[in-house]
């Protein structure tokens, strides 16, 4: 039976509210179909349009850039879709990238023959520790995420300032091996773009087929339902800030083999508001349970499209922060269209 | 029957009691579900029905008794244990993800999966959806997303959920309450499958026409006290009414009504579409006029409209005979029309706020000169209410939290006297309060009355209408069921026409 029949008078009670479950909010599909497309679109027009105006925009050395770019950003936005799924949210992520990068960078200072894969556990071992600090402020603490990822945010800069003594890690202090991960390998692609590749999709499998990914969903979009189905919230929450440390932990390496400088100043500094920016773009609610991997990567894709494209047309990196600002209030704005259009014809609660 | 051998006998629980701090809301409990059976509870609001279900379905903990399956002690320390004993508990407001598709909110922490790797297998999920919402008749698709559905569809899903469990015990706590009255019986269609088969139903409802309809055996509750079970063909709806509010009516401190003077506040045909309908009412300087009815029969949902805080779609609200329509509370203050909501804790008091503050919030404008605060004036006003009200508070500096709730709740009232209204419309005023700060509010009403003020007091505690209503108005479904004066008012007739038992329709 359909709502509008619910409502028909003379049959139906006057007291027949609709009580909308807590905070219900249908999805119109329709809309959010079209977000996808929208996305699509709006990647293909900006590319187009810098391409045109921008003869070094369509070379295959600032392909490569963009694709390096947007794989960091990709790689840390796939742990805080989970976060912001389970109406979290992590903003000490370019902390966490920064720390990374300068303690691993640091120590390959003195160890500059260790092997990449090792290298990269260390630093996603790094990340690891830093977002279960996240995740036990979160889920234990009972912080609120806002507060706490932020007063982590600027715990983890200052870490990085006493670490590097305000020393940066230099071109010749990052071995080969690691820069390699930068330079296209097999099949004409980065190592690193094929690891943000995997992981993301690695990151859509577990949250589209396992009991644990839906439980994030299930926590985001309703938490008292959630307790009341005995899924376990908290371990779940902690879970999630575990995942976006540790990605962003390996982002930190990441940075140093594409960069090769880590600047304490600047490594990661407000890289929290691009990933939030891609995950929210990408469609995924800030209000949790709604959302996912695909619109992320579609997110990073426009992110990344437009930081290069203003880049290479000589825009100022003051403006490129306006525009990217400007895009997330966009986002989040549809998402509220999305809300009230859902809400719409659902009774009023007193 | 004794605890401790394994049988069929269903599930039983004995001098089960909680309380939350206060007085037990539930208190001895003793009560059988038989399987195959539909067992109606019913009570007044706060009888402890609720809370009786919750402690059964894990979500809340017993402070003593004992709960047994098939004559064997459980433990039923959470929402899943008590599912996997077969226990589910459909609220009256579903707890579904709103976000996510019909099959896996069936499903959610129980998803089918594939070996050997764990991963959900959504087709063979999507296909035991259909067939569970296909066995009691619902033409639902489970990939819809949820928050797409009815709150009749939500219900739907919440029973394919319990049945996906397997459950054995169903609890519904006023599963009725917003459905149409075809929902309704399409509801009792399913119940009567479900217990063909074996399922036990218990069934908490107010509306006893209902209850009668649909019930096998019906327990009363009153005070978190079970007054008796009964085989509901062998009660009558009077009787039922009788012992739902058979209390003493101990000492009820009866006010002596005063002289009504001009009609100070008045209601006509106010009509808001699917809330309430047609409500007319009036009162007049230095009466108080009760507002009673079942929760959710639109009493408060009035009284917003009237203070501005939500719209209306028809009527007329007159204050002293001049035709008004609030746009915002700010509005209605200010013509001398105050409203205490009932849920003071988010809409009424700033809780990690002083006490100073919280009452002087309304009149922030009058205390300041030139956007600056009159700070020794603002202590005085406090002061001087709280001595008025006799709120036990060290200083007017305490933190409103630090109080009890029947000082906080005087704390609001001082907060909106200091606006002076002469229309004062209270909430369930006396709700969580203990016994002597309840006698002070009644008192401080009834003062408040006798020096010309119109008071329209909403409340479910039959009790307190009786002492200190001079006409109560009924409000049932949305719309006013009836008005009875001083003479007329006992708590069988309010309550008659609360529930409906007056003979007439409930449309």
Redesign the interface.
């Known amino acids: 039976m359909r709502r509008q029949e619910a409502g028909t008078a003379g049959q139906a009670l006057d007291v027949a509210v609709p009580r909308p479950v807590e905070g219900v909010l249908a999805i119109n599909r329709g809309l959010a179909r079209f977000r996808d497309l929208g996305l699509v679109v709006a990647i293909a027009a900006v590319a187009a349009v810098t391409a045109v105006r921008s003869p070094q925009f369509a070379t295959a050395a600032n392909l490569q850039r963009i694709m390096l770019d947007i794989s960091l950003l990709l790689l840390v936005a796939t742990g805080q879709t989970m976060v912001v799924l389970t109406r979290n949210i992590d903003l000490s992520v370019g902390s966490v990238l920064g720390l990374s990068g300068i303690v691993i960078g640091f120590m390959l200072k003195d160890h500059p023959t260790m092997a990449v894969p090792f290298i990269l556990a260390l630093g996603a071992g790094l990340g690891l520790l830093l977002g279960a600090i996240n995740g036990a402020l979160v889920s234990w603490g009972r912080v609120p995420a806002v507060i706490a990822t932020l007063g982590t945010l600027t715990v983890y800069r200052g870490l990085v300032f006493i670490h590097s003594g305000g020393q940066q890690v230099n071109p010749q202090d990052v071995p080969r091996q690691l820069l390699q991960v930068a330079r296209p390998g097999g099949l004409g692609l980065p190592p690193m773009v094929l690891m943000a590749l995997i992981v993301a999709v690695a990151g859509w499998v577990v949250l589209r087929y396992t009991r644990t990914g839906r439980a994030m969903y299930a926590i985001g979009s309703n938490p008292d339902a959630a307790r009341m189905r005995g899924l376990q919230a908290g371990r779940i929450i902690f879970l999630t800030y575990l995942i976006s440390g540790a990605l962003a932990g390996v982002a930190g390496v990441l940075y140093a083999a594409r960069f090769a400088t880590v600047n304490p100043a600047s490594a990661g500094t407000g890289f929290e508001l691009q990933v939030i920016a891609a995950t929210v773009i990408g469609g995924t609610s800030i209000m949790g349970g709604r959302g996912g991997i695909p619109g992320t990567i579609l997110g990073a894709l426009l992110l990344g499209t437009i930081a290069n494209a203003l880049a290479v047309s000589g825009v100022s990196g003051f403006w490129q922060r306006a525009v990217e600002g400007a895009v997330i209030l966009a986002a989040v704005a549809v998402d509220a269209v999305i809300r009230r259009q859902a809400v719409r014809g659902v009774g009023r609660r007193a | 029957m004794a605890l401790g051998a394994r049988d069929a006998s269903g599930l039983s629980t004995r001098g089960l009691t909680k309380s939350f701090g206060g007085p037990p809301v539930v208190k001895d409990m003793e009560f059988d579900l038989r399987p195959g059976e539909v067992h109606a509870v019913v009570g007044e609001n706060g009888a402890g029905k609720s809370t009786f279900l919750k402690l059964i379905a894990g ?1 809340h903990q017993p402070d003593a008794g004992q709960i047994a399956i098939d004559g064997m002690p459980v433990q039923i320390s ?3 244990v008590a ?1 996997s004993l077969g226990i589910s508990l459909i609220f ?9 598709s019909v099959a ?1 909110n069936i499903f ?2 129980n ?1 089918p ?1 594939r070996r050997p790797l ?3 297998g959504w087709q063979r999920m999507r296909a035991q959806a259909a067939e569970l919402l296909q066995s009691i008749g619902a ?1 639902i698709d489970p990939a819809q ?10 219900q739907l899903v919440e029973i394919a959920t319990a049945l996906s469990h397997r459950a054995r015990f169903v609890l519904m706590d006023e599963p009725t ?7 309704v019986e ?1 509801l009792f269609g399913i119940i009567r499958d479900l217990t063909a088969r074996g399922t036990a139903v218990v069934f908490v409802n107010h509306r006893l026409e209902e209850v009668f309809a649909i019930a096998d055996r019906i327990t009363i509750m009153r005070d978190g006290v079970k007054v008796g079970t009964w085989d509901a063909r062998e009660i009558s709806r009077d009787e039922v009414v009788r012992r739902m509010v058979g209390r003493e009516l101990a000492d009820a401190p009866v006010r002596t009504p005063a002289q009504p003077g001009e009609v100070a506040l008045e209601i006509e045909g106010l009509t808001s ?5 047609d409500v007319s009412l009036s009162v007049h300087r230095g009466e108080i006029v009760a507002l009673a009815g079942l929760v ?3 009493r ?2 009035v009284a ?1 409209a009237v203070f501005g805080i ?1 719209p209306f779609e028809r009527g007329t609200i007159r204050l002293f005979g001049r035709p008004v329509r609030f746009r915002s509370p700010r509005e209605a203050l200010r013509q001398g029309l105050a409203y205490l909501p009932e849920d003071r804790q988010h809409q009424g008091l700033i809780l990690p706020m002083p006490v100073a503050h919280n009452i002087s919030l309304t009149i922030l404008d009058q205390l300041s000169r030139a956007g600056w605060l009159d700070r020794r004036r603002e202590r005085e006003i406090a002061q001087e209410q709280v001595r008025r009200l006799r709120v036990k508070a060290n200083s007017v500096t305490q933190a409103a939290k630090s109080l009890s709730g029947g000082n906080q709740q005087k704390v609001l009232v001082g907060k909106f006297l200091v606006t002076r209204p002469q229309v004062l419309i209270l909430d369930e005023p006396t709700r969580g309060v203990d016994v002597g700060a309840k006698a002070e509010i009644h008192r401080l009403i009834g003062e408040l009355a006798a020096q010309g003020m119109a008071v329209l007091m909403i409340s479910s505690d039959l009790p307190e209408v009786l002492a200190l209503a001079d006409r109560v108005v009924v409000m049932r ?3 006013v069921a009836g008005e009875l004066s001083r003479s007329e008012m006992s708590e069988e007739a309010i309550m008659r026409l609360a529930v409906g038992a007056d003979g007439r329709a ?2």
Do not use: C, K, W, Y
Not at chain 2, 273 to 277: A, E, H, I, N
């Open positions: 979500v959470n929402p899943t599912r009256q407001e579903p707890t579904l993800f709103p976000d996510l896996e959610m922490g998803h999966v764990p991963f959900i033409r997303p949820v928050g797409d559905l009815s709150v009749a569809e939500q309450a917003s459905l149409t009255p075809r929902e399409r579409p699917g809330v309430f309908r959710g029969a639109g408060t949902e917003r939500d479904d949305g719309r409930a449309v």
